[in-house]
């Protein structure tokens, strides 16, 4: 093989690298601009070979051409054949079943904590544990395969989203625990009996650590762009722990806590982005700021189509409550399906702001988009 020959095939095979780097960020979900320049290069790539070839060099247009051709075909049989045919065939794209909450419904049990699994297309991800085995006892009642999970999340190091993982854990051999780097066993609430320890169970992430994966990133990945999980970015939020009486034990002492170990689940939907968080410490209104100015930077503006988890609001002031909910309305959510730590009275003030647009969430419900 000659020099021109051998230049021509690693460039055709660097542009069939390209091709199907982009076949299967279509495939996995795409990210704005990050993958608009993928076929691009495929096709300089796939020029660059003809035109190193010399019976071909008067043809370079095709590489152009074939890429483009090429691109559109894949792309219509995955996005429209492929993808469309799950979703007429499972009747969704996006679910999210709700396996324990407060509230009780039907033969699924309640408790204090909350855990969600949602499908996103091929991907099943379980968003908490709640504090017991209870989960899973309801899992099983909804007919879901809790070994079928790719990863689990934690939301926060509280023991009513944590200590149900000892549990998935021991069933689920495979799914990795993505928690922040400050989640541990150090935190506190203030009660009128004293201070309580609220973290997770003593010794269960010594016992696990080898399935944990600590996020430290500022945004992190769950096998595609369009799943993400996002720290706090918001200022003063020790302020906000401090008025909730939470706190965290650092160096033997008591410390405001900062929810600095809190993170936000976003998806992105044909609708629009769902955000996930199961208590929303810091403020269910910073929060969506925060997820906000994430997206800023995206060539298509994203919206928020819906708000799913706790909101803390149920010692919150009416003054408070009244103000997320104009907040929800400035960003325009369709949906605010909440329950665990919002309370009763928050519950029905954002009912009679927001209308049918608020659902309550309960153990066994099934949310679909």
């Not at 544990?129 to 007919?143: D, I, Q």
């Not at 665990?340 to 009912?351: F, S």
């Amino acid at each position: 093989m000659g020099g021109y020959g051998l230049l021509a095939l690693i460039c055709l095979i660097i542009g069939i690298f390209f091709e199907t780097a982009y076949i299967c960020t279509l495939v996995a979900g795409r990210r704005g601009y990050h993958s608009s320049g993928v076929p691009l290069m495929a096709g300089i790539f796939f020029t660059a070979a003809l035109a190193a070839f010399p019976p071909t060099r008067s043809f370079w247009y095709l590489g152009i051409f074939l890429d483009l051709s090429t691109y559109m075909v894949i792309y219509v049989i995955i996005t429209d054949v492929i993808l469309g045919a799950v979703k007429g065939k499972k009747g969704y794209l996006f679910r999210i079943s709700v396996l324990a909450d407060n509230k009780e419904s039907g033969e699924y049990c309640g408790e204090h904590g909350l855990s969600l699994y949602i499908e996103y297309g091929s991907r099943k991800i379980l968003l908490d544990a709640g504090r017991s085995s209870l989960f899973y006892e309801n899992a099983e009642k909804m007919g879901i395969d809790l070994t079928r999970v790719d990863d689990a999340v934690l939301s926060h190091s509280h023991y009513d989203h944590a200590d149900g993982f000892e549990k998935f854990l021991e069933i689920n051999k495979k799914a990795r625990l993505y928690m922040r780097k400050e989640a541990g066993e150090i935190y506190y609430s203030q009660h009128d009996d004293g201070m309580k320890y609220i973290g997770p169970k003593k010794g269960m992430l010594e016992k696990y650590k080898n399935r944990i994966v600590y996020v430290t990133d500022d945004v992190t990945t769950l096998g595609s762009w369009s799943v993400i999980l996002l720290p706090h970015t918001t200022d003063g939020l020790a302020e906000i722990g401090d008025k909730a009486k939470l706190y965290k034990m650092m160096d033997g002492r008591l410390q405001p806590d900062d929810f600095k170990h809190e993170q936000t689940l976003v998806l992105e939907t044909e609708k629009g982005l769902v955000i996930i968080n199961s208590c929303s410490h810091a403020g269910a209104a910073n929060i969506i700021k925060e997820v906000m100015k994430y997206y800023d930077g995206y060539t298509v503006k994203r919206k928020v189509y819906a708000y799913i988890g706790g909101f803390h609001l149920f010692k919150s002031s009416d003054e408070d409550i009244i103000e997320f909910a104009e907040t929800l309305k400035e960003v325009d959510c369709r949906r605010i399906i909440t329950g665990h730590c919002t309370g009763d009275h928050a519950y029905e003030m954002l009912k009679a702001e927001l209308g049918d647009r608020v659902e309550q969430m309960r153990s066994g419900m099934v949310i679909e988009l």
